[in-house]
């Protein structure tokens, strides 16, 4: 990589675009995400045959490569900007500006709630991918695609879910996750240059709105578990 392009990527400008560029890549995996985990009110098959599906094709693990990279890049430069604002403060005790000029709660708690989602991400991630094993069976006989047993998936997702005390973690993770995308879209917007004084409230509307589709789409499931 040339000396320039690596001067560009270590500035302010460079650094928020790896972010917003790297925050837009796992903004359209989680919509991905949270549309197949639907497929869980279609039923038991259609849940587990979409997750083996998954896992079995040859490219996931150029994909999950991908999303690590794509995510360190995220925190390291996240971290690093907000370290660099810290330090270019000059009082401590200044007035914070409020109302409109103000920073917005997502925008304020962006640092923890990136933070709180990474623990979250990894946690789910040994729960689920990495968790207890079932084998997909029908009427007593295990279900084999192309020489694999399928994964009972399903199973450990009610196993999971009947828990009140994990799905109150995962719905109040889940409400800092929409916070943390609702700012990272909108917020992207403005770094890639795509804003304009006319769209700012329609850019707005949009970040709430996927958010909230997002998280809502998310929590539909454990609740649906808990409740039924």
């Known amino acids: 990589m040339s000396p320039g392009i690596m001067k560009y990527l270590n500035s302010s400008i460079g650094r928020k675009y790896v972010m917003a560029l790297s925050g837009l890549v796992w903004v359209l995996f989680v919509l991905t995400h949270m549309i197949g985990n639907l497929l869980i009110f279609v039923g038991k098959d259609a849940y587990n045959m ?10 996931i693990f150029v994909a999950e490569a991908a999303l690590v990279i794509f995510i360190g890049a995220h925190a390291m430069t996240g971290i690093s900007l907000r370290l660099n604002n810290n330090r270019s403060k000059p009082n401590l005790y200044a007035v914070t500006p409020k109302g409109v000029k103000g920073a917005s709660l997502a925008s304020k708690s962006m640092i923890w709630s990136g933070t709180i989602t990474l623990v979250f991400l990894v946690l789910h991630l040994i729960t689920f991918k990495y968790g207890q ?52 879209v909108s917020s992207s917007f403005q770094t890639l240059g795509l804003n304009h004084p006319k769209f700012n409230n329609a850019i707005k509307l949009f970040g709430w709105t996927y958010a909230i589709i997002v998280a809502a789409g998310f929590l539909a499931v454990p609740l649906y578990v808990f409740v039924y």
Do not use: M
Request: proline content about 3%.
């Open 50 to 59: 979409y997750s083996h599906k998954l896992i079995t094709n040859p490219l």
């Open 133 to 184: 094993y079932y084998t997909y069976s029908k009427d007593g006989v295990d279900v084999v695609v192309d020489g694999l047993k399928v994964r009972d998936i399903h199973q450990l997702v009610l196993e999971c879910f009947e828990k009140p005390g994990y799905v109150a973690w995962y719905a109040f993770c889940l409400v800092l996750v929409g916070l943390h995308l609702y700012h990272g």
